[in-house]
T-cell receptor, first 114, second 110 residues
Framework: DTAVSQTPKYLVTQMGNDKSIKCEQNLGHDTMYWYKQDSKKFLKIMFSYNNKELIINETVPNRFSPKSPDKAHLNLHINSLELGDSAVYFC?????????????FGNGTRLTVT | QKEVEQDPGPLSVPEGAIVSLNCTYSNSAFQYFMWYRQYSRKGPELLMYTYSSGNKEDGRFTAQVDKSSKYISLFIRDSQPSDSATYLCAINNQGGKLIFGQGTELSVKP
């Protein structure tokens, strides 16, 4: 029974395209996140939502727009994809705010921009 | 200086060895200290979570926090090939955001 699931698992697309990644959690958590992991394994937060409200918005280009239709779902839409967007994107959730309770991660979406 | 520093390795040990993984951090206000394990092509999963100085043990794993030195460690006893993964430390900063170390890639050889 998957706790945090994201789709698609792999995404290969060309520069300039627009794509979306979806995430759902069935843990009943209030907070959801998007993280980006680069080729050197650095994991950096992009956004966090608490009960559908944007809490953290790191210095991420405007081409990235998160949307949370309800507290169990957090999607990520990326416009005008660039080569540098290639990375693994992880969705995560936690019961409380980020530092106060453990994160539960999905298995990632591997995005390749050609 | 990065807020959290972790040697990326790779680290290769024989089965049964004791493994020591370490992170240093710069901000004395950090409060929560976590270790995540990430298998290849998977998301990180929480291994250990502590918010105080000292040791916390869970089976073959021991997390150690030394706030005076701003140093945290994860020890793995009797390491197994199934422990082969990337281990990431994660530390909470003052704003409540988690800062991850780069991760140490560990390989345990049979």
């Amino acid at each position: 029974d998957t706790a945090v699931s994201q789709t698609p698992k792999y995404l290969v697309t060309q520069m300039g395209n627009d794509k979306s990644i979806k995430c759902e959690q069935n843990l009943g958590h209030d907070t959801m996140y998007w993280y980006k992991q680069d080729s050197k394994k650095f994991l950096k937060i992009m956004f966090s939502y608490n009960n559908k409200e944007l809490i953290i918005n790191e210095t991420v280009p405007n081409r990235f727009s998160p949307k949370s239709p309800d507290k169990a779902h957090l999607n990520l839409h990326i416009n005008s994809l660039e080569l540098g967007d290639s990375a693994v994107y992880f969705c995560a959730s936690s019961q409380e705010g980020e530092g106060n309770s453990p994160l539960h991660f999905g298995n990632g979406t591997r995005l390749t921009v050609t | 200086q990065k807020e959290v520093e972790q040697d990326p390795g790779p680290l290769s040990v024989p089965e049964g060895a004791i493994v020591s993984l370490n992170c240093t951090y710069s901000n004395s206000a950090f409060q929560y200290f976590m270790w995540y394990r990430q298998y290849s092509r998977k998301g990180p999963e929480l291994l250990m979570y502590t918010y105080s100085s000292g040791n916390k043990e869970d089976g073959r794993f021991t997390a150690q926090v030394d706030k005076s030195s701003k140093y945290i460690s994860l020890f793995i006893r009797d390491s197994q090939p199934s422990d082969s993964a990337t281990y990431l430390c994660a530390i909470n900063n003052q704003g409540g955001k988690l800062i991850f170390g780069q991760g140490t890639e560990l390989s345990v050889k049979p």
